[in-house]
């Protein structure tokens, strides 16, 4: 499968914990983004990475939330001290160089208990 | 700030009827950009236009782009039980690579 890859599909965590969640793009897309989606709504933007570089962040990314995209391949995103309102599903897309055509993963569905 | 409003959220549809899903937003965009989700999936990208008055068709879907740049359409035509799901508009600013999503419109049809 040469889709975008997220990892895991489901977490389950307790208010307070970390929890990190990876993405693995289309091999040799460039940029890469987080968005999150509440039931009835559409994705929100969160951040995107050009490469390695992370070019934008939503002001509505807390300090809570931290992206990486190290070696501009695969990308992880961390939540610390989850709270009940970060429970939401976390899609990652990519796209190429040449268009931005957008190519969502599975996305890791997340629950704060 | 930069928002595409969608409309209507839901549309329940009778088999064989045609129905139109509308976008709009109040500054002009660079491109706008549909995805279908069905449910329990991902969006998935259906297709961009990007000129003003831009029309194009894929077999039973109509999508348009007004001549302002500020709005779009799906119309479809026949509805099937395979067009359940959710489809969302997303609009891309210029200088902007990020998707501004409208809240989707979320399809049943009645066999």
């Known amino acids: 499968d040469t889709g975008v890859s997220q990892d895991p599909r489901h977490k389950i965590t307790k208010r307070g914990q970390n929890v990190t969640f990876r993405c693995d793009p289309i091999?040799?897309?460039?940029?890469l983004y987080w968005y999150r989606q509440t039931l009835g709504q559409g994705p929100e933007f969160l951040t995107y990475?050009?490469?390695?570089?992370?070019?934008?962040k939503s002001r509505l990314l807390s300090d809570r939330f931290s992206a990486e995209r190290p070696k501009g391949s695969f990308s992880t995103l961390e939540i610390q001290r989850t709270e009940q309102g970060d429970s939401a599903m976390y899609l990652c897309?990519?796209?190429?160089?040449?268009?931005?055509?957008?190519?969502f993963g599975a996305g890791t569905r997340l629950s704060v208990l | 700030g930069q928002q595409v409003m969608q409309i209507p959220q839901y549309q329940h549809v009778q088999e064989g009827e045609d129905f139109t899903t509308y976008c709009n937003s109040s500054?002009?965009?660079?491109?706008i950009q549909w995805y279908k989700q069905r449910p329990g999936g991902h969006p998935v990208f259906l297709i961009q236009?990007?000129?003003?008055?831009e029309v194009k068709k894929q077999k039973r879907l109509t999508f348009q782009f007004g001549e302002a740049k500020k709005n779009s359409s799906l119309h479809i035509t026949a509805t099937q039980t395979t067009d359940v799901g959710t489809y969302f508009c997303?609009?891309?600013?210029?200088?902007?690579?990020?998707?501004?999503f409208g809240a989707g419109t979320t399809v049943t049809v009645r066999a």
């Open positions: 990475f050009q490469n390695e570089a992370q070019l934008e």
């Open positions: 091999s040799e897309h460039n940029r």
């Open positions: 997303a609009g891309q600013y210029s200088n902007d690579y990020k998707l501004s």
């Open positions: 236009l990007v000129k003003s008055g």
């Open positions: 897309a990519s796209s190429p160089r040449q268009i931005n055509i957008q190519y």
């Open positions: 500054t002009t965009l660079s491109n």
